[in-house]
């Protein structure tokens, strides 16, 4: 499997979970970025920004059973267009809090979902972190078999991310050099799949991306600030709204400079409302450009040819493209104005002190897929799959009717096709008439 360009994950799942590219599903990165007037707005992707409906909500739309966890913008969990009868979905972990729709299951399932997450933080940097990370990925398949095993469904989409974790900041592993203590984490996975067998007519393991072990990672930032590009002394200004009431950006800053008093308002937020967002604005006097994830740079109004001409002084960049070079769709306009491509896939980072780091272990895209079951061989297969091709190889394998205007490829000679997304966009309309849809 070949991920996209940039291969970071959430436009990558979401390409995979859809069948479409992100100009057509709207996810370009963790972040969803606005240009304002006068500055960038940028705060966490969630399900109310994906544009197109993802496979469990095609099962959904047809009357299917679909369980969906740790699907990359599916928080809340509430945001995905099915009924609680017809779905459950565990949102990811990159968001406020973990939840579990319908919410009648969350006292049950949360636990196996919202617990050990300290190893996210850590990732694969020591053997306490790669243990912390084990338990993790030990919690969550028990969470996911139990909820296979007593809960109807015609398709489950699960994304295991300890995987992930446990290879960043790991390069020995990457590199074949020291296998234990890591291996633990894909033996709890493995684990996990030869136990869910027995649940499934159809298996389908595919990876978002692959790794790669950099001898070093390009810091972006840190050259367009000597360009003039941006300001790495500025400290961006934080607005967060707690309960409706705007906290001012100076005052966040006080406290955040004084680490008592931000260790107590963060428990007194998080007390208050445990999901909350917080937006983060930047004044194009700051910055000509941003850089909300590696290597994806959104520029302010009329400063394209500056900074374009600022990226391709950098050492080992392969190029420059844009956006619209390689998707497609109504939501390119969402898309960054530029993505990075080093000449070392994909060894770039977000570090302002220096201009690279050391050695160590990053996303390749050159990913997996495998597939087995009674249903597998009639279906055609390509040599190299790109994320949308993936999706709508799982659409054809449940036997699902191909949506009308997917991206992917289809690997059955005579299917059914069905337009999911206008009858998505009818059931969000309704469930916004109703009250159930209010955007974050």
Request: aromatic fraction near 10%; hydrophobic fraction near 40%.
């Amino acid at each position: 499997m070949r991920s996209t360009i940039p291969p970071w994950t959430p436009l990558a799942w979401n390409s995979i979970a859809s069948g479409v590219n992100p100009g057509k599903h709207g996810v370009f990165s963790f972040h969803k970025v606005r240009k304002l007037e006068d500055k960038f707005v940028t705060r966490l992707v969630t399900g109310h920004d994906v544009k197109y409906p993802r496979i469990h909500e095609m099962a959904a739309l047809l009357g299917l059973n679909a369980i969906a966890v740790n699907l990359p913008a599916s928080y809340p969990p509430e945001s995905s267009i099915c009924c609680p009868g017809e779905c459950i979905v565990v949102n990811d972990w990159a968001a406020p809090s973990i939840r579990v729709y319908p919410k009648e299951l969350e006292e049950k399932y949360v636990h196996y979902f919202a617990s050990s997450l300290e190893g996210l933080k850590l990732k694969g940097s020591s053997p306490s972190a790669i243990e912390s990370i084990a338990k993790r990925a030990q919690l969550f398949s028990e969470g996911v078999f139990n909820l296979l095993a007593n809960h109807d469904w015609d398709i489950a989409f699960l994304i295991f991310s300890e995987t992930d974790w446990v290879m960043h900041d790991n390069p020995e592993f990457v590199a074949g050099e020291k296998l234990l203590p890591t291996a633990k984490v894909f033996n709890i996975v493995d684990e996990f799949i030869r136990r869910s067998s027995s649940l499934a007519d159809n298996i389908v393991v595919v990876s978002d991306h692959g790794f790669n072990v950099c001898p070093y990672m390009i810091n972006i930032p840190y050259f367009l600030e000597r360009e003039g590009v941006i300001d790495i002394a500025f400290d961006e200004g934080i607005e967060l709204k707690v309960m409706g009431i705007r906290v001012p950006p100076r005052l966040i800053k006080f406290v955040k400079r004084r680490r008592r008093l931000a260790v107590l308002a963060h428990r007194v937020v998080g007390a208050v409302r445990k999901d909350f967002m917080h937006d983060r604005h930047v004044p194009y006097s700051k910055a000509k450009a941003i850089m909300p994830d590696a290597g994806i740079i959104y520029c302010a109004p009329g400063c394209e040819d500056e900074v374009l001409t600022a990226l391709r002084k950098i050492p080992d960049i392969k190029e420059v493209i844009r956006s619209s070079d390689i998707y497609w769709g109504p939501y390119l306009h969402d898309a960054p104005d530029f993505i990075v491509v080093p000449n070392n896939d994909y060894c770039v980072s977000v570090g302002k002190d220096r201009p690279k780091t050391q050695r160590c272990a990053a996303h390749h895209r050159d990913g997996i897929m495998i597939a087995w079951g009674k249903d597998v061989g009639k279906l055609s297969w390509k040599n190299v799959f790109e994320p949308w091709d993936v999706g709508t190889y799982l659409i054809a394998l449940v036997g699902m009717p191909i949506p009308k205007n997917a991206d992917g490829f289809i690997p059955v000679k005579e299917c059914k096709t069905f337009n999911y997304l206008v009858k998505w966009r009818i059931a969000k309309r309704a469930r916004r008439i109703a009250g159930g849809g209010k955007s974050l």
